[in-house]
C-alpha cells in the first residue's frame, strides 16, 4: 500500500515526512542555518540559502501539496504573503475577477497595491456565473474565487469558474483557508493555485500566522517558486514547525468543529433573536446543492444577523465563551465582527453593497462541547430580551 491510497486522516500522520530519515525522530527536525556549506566547487547541494528552500519549510511544503493533490507546495509568512505572492504571476496591464465578499485583507491588497502596478479587477457575485462572464475583458488573466466566501459563506461553483477560465487561457485561484483540503480539493476541480491562511484550520492553535499555496502543474510551480525566492515572503522556521504539528490534528479538530458548527446553525435558526443565518450545510442555503456536490462538507464557520449594532453590541458583551477576536479556525471558538475586523479595510459602502452589515457577527466554532456554546448563548439572549422588555416598557409609560 502506498501512501497515496490512505485516507486523508492516515496521510496526514504517514507522509513523506513520517520520521526524519537522518535520525529516525517522529517530528520534524528544525533546521535554523540560513546558509549551507557546499563541498564542492562544480556542484551545490541541494541547500544552499534558507530563503531558496529548507529542509523544515520544504517538509511542510511537501506534505500540504501532498494532501491538496498538487505537484508542489510553498509556504509563506502569512496568508497574505501567499495571496500576494500569487497575484505577481499577474502582469501590468492584466485583469482579475474576484469574488465581491473577499478577505479584507485580499480587498485592499487588489484595490490599493495591485492598482498602483496597473492590474485591474472587477468585483463580482460568483454565485451569479451571468455576473462573472459579463466582468470578463480581453485582458482577464486570473479568477480569483473564495468559496465559502467570508463572511457570507456564499457557494462558489469551483469548476464553472475554472472551465471558464480555461476557454480564456486564465488562472483560476481559490482561496481554500475555511474547507482546508480535508473538505475541499479545489485541485481536483480544475483550480491553478489553492491558497491558505494557514494561521487558521490547518495550524489551528492560535499561534503562528502562516501561508500556503498548492499549484498543479510544473511550469506553474517553476514560476511561483521564482516569485517565492524573489519576493522573499518566506514563512520562518519554527513557524512552519508549528503549522506541521497543527496539521495532524487538523482531521479530528475540523469535525468536531463542523459537527457543533450544525447544531449551532440549527439553534441560532430557531431562535426568535436570530434575523438570519450563514451556513451552507443548511437546506434552505440558496447553494447549498454545489456546496454538496463540490466539498466533503461546510465547515466550522458561520454567520449570523441579529437586529442590529446595539444588540450585537449587548450579546457580544454578555457570551463568556468565544474569544470575541480576529480570525477563525482554532480550537477555541472565535466571536468576530466583520464589519470592524475582518473587513474594516472595505470602506462602509462597499461593505452595505456586499450584505455586510453592521448587525452581522461570525462565529468559528471550537472544540468546546456544543451544549456549553448553546447554554452560553442562550443566556446573553436572555439577557437581551430582557433589555428589550424593559426598554419596551420605558417606551409604553
Ligand atoms: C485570515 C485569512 C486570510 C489572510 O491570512 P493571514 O494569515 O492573516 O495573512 C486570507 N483569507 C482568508 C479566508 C482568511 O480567513
Known amino acids: 500500500m502506498e501512501t497515496e491510497d490512505y485516507c486523508f486522516e492516515t496521510r496526514l500522520l504517514h507522509n513523506r515526512h513520517k520520521v526524519d530519515p537522518a535520525t529516525g525522530a517522529v517530528s520534524v527536525p528544525i533546521q535554523h542555518a540560513s546558509t ?4 564542492d566547487i562544480d556542484q551545490f547541494g541541494k541547500y544552499d540559502y534558507a530563503r531558496s528552500l529548507n529542509p523544515t519549510r520544504e517538509a511542510l511544503e511537501d506534505v500540504i501539496a501532498e494532501l491538496e493533490g498538487g505537484v508542489k507546495g510553498f509556504a509563506f509568512s502569512s496568508g497574505m504573503a501567499a495571496i500576494s505572492t500569487a497575484f505577481l504571476l499577474l502582469s501590468s496591464g492584466d ?3 474576484i469574488t465581491e465578499d473577499v478577505y479584507g485583507g485580499t480587498f485592499r491588497m487588489v484595490t490599493e497595491v495591485l492598482t498602483r502596478f496597473g492590474i485591474q479587477h472587477t468585483f463580482v457575485d460568483m454565485t451569479d456565473l451571468d455576473q462573472v462572464k459579463q466582468a470578463i475583458q480581453p485582458n482577464t488573466k486570473a479568477f480569483y474565487v473564495e468559496t465559502p466566501s467570508n463572511p457570507l459563506l456564499k457557494v462558489t ?3 464553472a469558474i475554472s472551465q471558464l477560465a480555461k476557454e480564456i487561457d486564465a488562472l483560476t485561484f481559490v482561496d481554500n483557508t475555511f474547507l482546508t483540503p480535508q473538505l475541499q480539493k479545489p485541485l481536483e476541480l480544475g483550480v491553478d493555485v489553492v491558497l491558505h491562511s494557514a494561521t487558521k484550520f490547518l495550524a489551528g492553535h492560535s499561534d503562528v500566522v502562516a501561508g500556503l499555496a498548492v499549484v498543479n502543474d510544473d511550469a506553474l510551480a517553476k514560476r511561483l517558486y521564482f516569485l ?3 519576493f522573499g515572503a518566506i514563512l520562518g522556521v519554527q513557524d512552519a514547525w508549528l503549522v506541521l504539528r497543527g496539521l495532524k490534528t487538523l482531521h ?6 463542523q459537527r457543533s458548527a450544525l447544531t449551532l446553525a440549527e439553534f441560532l435558526q430557531a431562535h426568535p433573536l436570530v434575523e438570519k443565518v450563514y451556513y451552507p450545510a443548511l437546506e434552505d442555503h440558496p447553494q447549498y446543492e454545489i456546496q454538496q456536490e463540490q466539498a466533503y462538507g461546510a465547515g ?5 444577523e441579529l437586529k442590529d449594532e446595539d444588540v450585537v453590541r449587548s450579546f457580544v458583551s454578555n457570551v463568556k465563551i468565544p474569544v470575541f477576536a480576529v480570525s477563525l479556525g482554532a480550537v477555541e471558538s472565535i466571536l468576530s465582527y466583520p464589519a470592524k475586523m475582518s473587513h474594516a479595510a472595505m470602506p462602509q459602502p462597499e461593505r452595505e453593497k456586499r450584505g455586510i452589515k453592521n ?3 461570525r ?6 462541547n456544543p451544549e456549553d456554546l448553546i447554554k452560553d448563548f442562550s443566556q446573553a439572549f436572555e439577557k437581551l430580551a430582557h433589555n428589550e422588555l424593559v426598554l419596551q416598557r420605558g417606551e409604553s409609560k
Open 95 to 97: 485583469h482579475v475577477v
Open 363 to 368: 462565529l468559528s466554532v471550537g472544540l468546546e
Open 228 to 230: 517565492q525566492n524573489s
Open 300 to 304: 466550522a464557520v458561520l454567520s449570523f
Open 252 to 257: 479530528v479538530r475540523l469535525e468536531q468543529s
Open 36 to 39: 549551507f556549506h557546499q563541498f
Open 157 to 159: 461553483d469551483i469548476r
Open 359 to 361: 448587525s452581522l457577527l
